[in-house]
């Protein structure tokens, strides 16, 4: 019983309803195949929103992930324009390194330098898109200057999913694994849960801080690359806003923002949430606008019952230690 209570259950209980009200309109939209390019059109949300994640239950945020996924995308293509036969392993090395190395620059500024990590994101955030105009100077790079295999990558078919649908699979696996079974995992989880606790259990709270932006700049180092190749454009603007949509699928997720509780599934069903709703709303005759409030209004409603959840658990400790008196 208490598992149809955890905020797991329900996201999956409120994604099959909300595909059940769609399929009353359109059939055709829970057909497996569609269901197949929903989840694949969701893919570069779930991977972004795993980063993001373990930044959030180490007490940060990062609100650069787009910028980095806009920088690391443009400069991918801009190698691949330079060198069309260069092989897309190392792309995909270079995409990760550059992502790695963008979410570093942040964990730097907030651990070495204390500085909140909403501001240092922040700045980050314009850094990133400026350092696009100078790399490019507005110019776009578009599918007839990009090479066949580039762009050809994400969206070739492994047993009737696209690779970026299975890449996400992967990166979802592997995050479940890290952050359960790793010292790293639990460490982040102990920082975000009390961070004067962890210190007095010998964990480094701002290395571990560090650590968790970096997994976030990779996966979004990963995205870049991902996504101009499945669109076949790169520009300045690309992924523009899209942060707000990383965000609000962790917090729908049930990750908590004041730090230290929150799941991998939470996360991924809270991004497949969102990718449902984005993918109906045209089918059911909605304007595709009402995605931005919708996603806030999720934000605002999901944060409210994490707090309500919060002051539950609170009061019940209390009791416990009202009887145990």
């Not at 500085?115 to 100078?134: A, H, N, S, Y």
């Not at 991004?271 to 709703?277: D, H, I, P, Q, R």
């Amino acid at each position: 019983m208490s598992y149809l209570k955890s905020r797991e259950a329900i996201l999956f209980g409120a994604i099959g309803c909300l595909l059940l009200v769609v399929a009353t309109r359109f059939p055709g939209f829970v057909a497996p195949q569609n269901l197949v390019a929903v989840f694949t059109d969701t893919s570069p949300l779930m991977i972004l929103a795993v980063g993001q994640m373990a930044v959030i239950l180490t007490r940060c945020i990062d609100l650069s992930v787009a910028a980095n996924l806009a920088l690391t995308g443009m400069v991918c293509a801009m190698i691949n324009v330079a060198a069309p036969d260069l092989p897309v392993a190392v792309i995909l090395a270079v995409s990760i390194a550059m992502g790695a190395m963008l979410g570093a620059i942040n964990g730097i500024l907030v651990w070495k330098l204390s500085i909140p990590p909403i501001v240092v994101t922040l700045g980050t955030m314009t850094i990133f898109r400026g350092i696009i105009f100078l790399l490019t100077e507005g110019k776009w790079i578009n599918a007839h200057e990009m090479s066949p295999h580039f762009t050809g990558f994400p969206r070739a078919d492994i047993l009737g999913m696209s690779v970026l649908g299975w890449i996400a699979v992967v990166v979802s696996v592997v995050m479940i694994v890290a952050m359960s079974r790793t010292s790293l995992g639990r460490s982040i989880y102990a920082v975000g849960g009390n961070p004067h606790a962890a210190v007095y259990t010998g964990i480094d709270v701002g290395k571990t801080q560090f650590a968790a932006f970096v997994i976030s700049g990779m996966l979004a180092g990963l995205t870049g690359y991902l996504w101009v190749a499945r669109y076949s454009v790169a520009y300045v603007d690309i992924a523009g806003g899209f942060e707000l949509d990383v965000v609000a699928a962790c917090v729908i997720g049930g990750v908590s923002i004041a730090g230290g509780a929150g799941t991998v599934a939470g996360t991924l069903l809270g991004a497949l949430f969102l990718g449902v709703v984005k993918n109906a709303l045209p089918v059911v005759d909605i304007s595709p606008f009402w995605q931005l409030a919708i996603s806030g209004a999720a934000i605002i409603i999901a944060v409210a019952f994490n707090a309500q959840s919060g002051r539950s658990k609170g009061r019940v400790i209390l009791k416990s230690a009202e009887h145990a008196q």
